[in-house]
């Protein structure tokens, strides 16, 4: 779900915000978009309402992240039983004019799979902007 619709409380809004900044720490040339998802029915069907998502755009394409844009889909899970909400999982995907380059998922054994894939070096950034995020989260 769009970052932006997620915001229900001062804390969210600040974490939103702490991870923009610790993305932008990783790619300082980003421009965060916290309504990456188009607001049409067949789009919405697709949107998990169980996380936070943005985009990061880029002022070109980048060789080095084989992309010109990525999504980031912070997934959340809440316990029934005490009600406390922890972040599960990052995901990435990067994408340019010809559709998506490659994904990332911390669920899947923080592999990046794909057509074209980012250089070690920004692998290695994405998975530091992860592991800050959970510990962000999660902390």
């Known amino acids: 779900m769009n970052a932006a619709e997620q915001v229900k409380n001062f804390e969210l809004a ?13 790619f300082p040339d980003a421009r965060a978009d916290l309504k990456p998802w188009m607001n049409d029915p067949n789009t919405q069907e697709l949107v998990d309402p169980d996380s936070i998502d943005i985009g990061f755009h880029f002022p070109g394409w ?8 990525i999504l980031v889909q912070i997934r959340f899970h809440e316990d029934p039983l005490d009600g406390d909400r ?7 995907a990067g994408y340019n004019h ?20 980012p250089v070690v070096e920004v692998q290695e950034k994405l ?13």
Do not use: P
């Not at 600040?14 to 990783?26: E, G, R």
């Not at 998975?127 to 902390?139: A, P, S």
């Open 14 to 26: 600040s974490k939103i915000a702490a991870v923009v900044n610790l993305f932008k720490l990783q």
């Open 62 to 69: 980048s060789r080095s992240l084989q992309s010109r844009s």
């Open 86 to 92: 922890r972040a599960i999982g990052v995901e990435s």
């Open 98 to 117: 010809q559709g998506q380059q490659w994904r990332f998922s911390t669920v899947e054994n923080w592999r990046f799979v794909g057509a074209t894939e």
């Open 127 to 139: 998975k530091t902007f992860c592991q800050q995020t959970f510990e962000l989260f999660n902390g």
